[in-house]
């Protein structure tokens, strides 16, 4: 089963996110996309964010209506930091038969020495570079980290990056949803409409939760 892996904080889960997922599962042949909300993201402050259970349950409603995603909470059970190496350990000894795909953003790609284990990331799967409005990478090769430069080959008929484990590395154009999480909770702390930036199921969430009402 080729499986891919989409994580984030999700606060909120909007119609992007969703776009990213669904392209991702038509172009890469991908039997189904798991969600999973980070408990507690290395990267980003936790000043502000949402309960990890009501970002879940936001997931939860936006994907209800796709068979093709599911959603895990396993960063959450695991508790502490959520770093990717770990969730992708613990994916494939879960699923050691999956072809796992790792999707993740161009902002990402470009930090990616930054996180914790980087090199071993390749070598469990593969990854899946977005290029987003504000989030692009002009070239694979140069946006990879120097000391891994030399496991990689790059193909560029594929416009991919080969790793030495028989990975690969490709990206993903074209994603042209404009839309933020912060701009969605600075939308709803003015008292203005969400519609169609995410799912109606999370705006009604939202509204019957009085979710970021206080946002920052």
């Known amino acids: ?11 909120p889960i909007h119609n992007a996110h969703l776009r990213i997922a669904e392209e991702a599962r038509d172009l890469f042949g ?8 980070a408990a507690t ?15 879940l349950e936001m997931v939860k ?11 895990s909470n396993m960063e959450g059970v695991r508790g502490g930091r959520s770093y990717s190496i770990d969730t ?7 699923y050691p038969e999956d072809e796992i795909y790792f999707i993740v953003g161009a902002d990402s790609f470009n930090d990616i020495s930054t996180w914790r284990e980087y090199k071993e990331i390749f070598g469990i799967c593969h990854l899946i ?16 980290p120097v000391a891994l430069a030399p496991e990689f080959c790059y193909d560029p008929a594929a416009n991919r990056l080969n790793h ?10 074209g994603v042209l949803l404009d839309i933020s999480s912060s701009k969605i909770r600075k939308l709803v702390r003015a008292g203005r409409s969400i519609r169609y930036l995410v799912p109606a199921a999370v705006e009604h969430y939202i509204k019957e939760q009085r979710l970021y009402i206080d946002a920052r």
């Open 1 to 11: 089963m080729k499986t891919g892996i989409l994580g984030g904080t999700f606060n």
């Open 30 to 37: 991908l039997d189904r996309v798991i969600f999973i909300p």
């Open 41 to 55: 993201p290395p990267h980003k402050p936790t000043v502000g964010q949402l309960s990890f259970a009501s970002r």
């Open 61 to 71: 409603a936006a994907v209800a209506d796709n068979p093709a995603f599911a959603v």
């Open 88 to 94: 992708l350990r613990e994916l494939k000894e879960r």
């Open 129 to 144: 570079c977005v290029q987003r409005p504000g989030s692009t990478i002009d070239s694979l090769a140069k946006a990879l």
């Open 164 to 173: 030495g484990s028989g990975h690969c590395v490709y990206a993903l154009n």
